[in-house]
Nanobody, 124 residues
C-alpha cells in the first residue's frame, strides 16, 4: 500500500511560481514511476508530467512544457513539481500518482495510487 500527500498549493498571481511536493509512504516508491495530473472545475483530469523511478526520463504535457519541471528525491520519498510562469489556465486541483509498473505512463488509468490533491489558483 502506498499513501501520497500533496502540499505546496496556493494562490499566486499570473507569472508567479509554486513548487508542489508529494510525499509518499511505502516501500515501492523508489521503484515506481510518478505522475502529476490536474483537474480544473468542469473539466476532465489531465496529464501534467511524469518521471521514471530514477528520475532520468520525464514527460510533460505540451501546455506546461518549458514552464514546469518534475523531479524526485528517492531518499525522501518525495516527488516535486516546480511550476514557473504560471497562467490563470493552470488553476486546478493537482494530484500526484504512483505507477508500480515499468513504464512511465501519461494515462491516469495506468496509475495505481493517488493523493488527495492540492489546490492551485492563479489570479490574472
Amino acid at each position: 500500500q502506498v499513501q501520497l500527500v500533496e502540499s505546496g498549493g496556493g494562490l499566486v498571481q499570473a507569472g508567479g511560481s509554486l513548487r508542489l511536493s508529494c510525499a509518499a509512504s511505502g516501500r515501492t516508491f523508489s521503484a515506481s514511476a510518478m505522475g502529476w495530473f490536474r483537474q480544473a472545475p468542469g473539466k476532465e483530469r489531465e496529464f501534467v508530467a511524469a518521471i521514471n523511478w530514477i528520475g532520468r526520463i520525464t514527460y510533460y504535457a505540451d501546455s506546461v512544457k518549458g514552464r514546469f519541471t518534475i523531479s524526485r528525491d528517492n531518499s525522501k520519498n518525495t516527488v516535486y513539481l516546480q511550476m514557473n510562469s504560471l497562467k490563470p489556465e493552470d488553476t486546478a486541483v493537482y494530484y500526484c500518482a504512483v505507477d508500480r509498473g515499468l513504464t512511465v505512463p501519461t494515462d491516469g488509468r495506468e496509475y495505481d495510487y493517488w493523493g488527495q490533491g492540492t489546490q492551485v489558483t492563479i489570479s490574472s
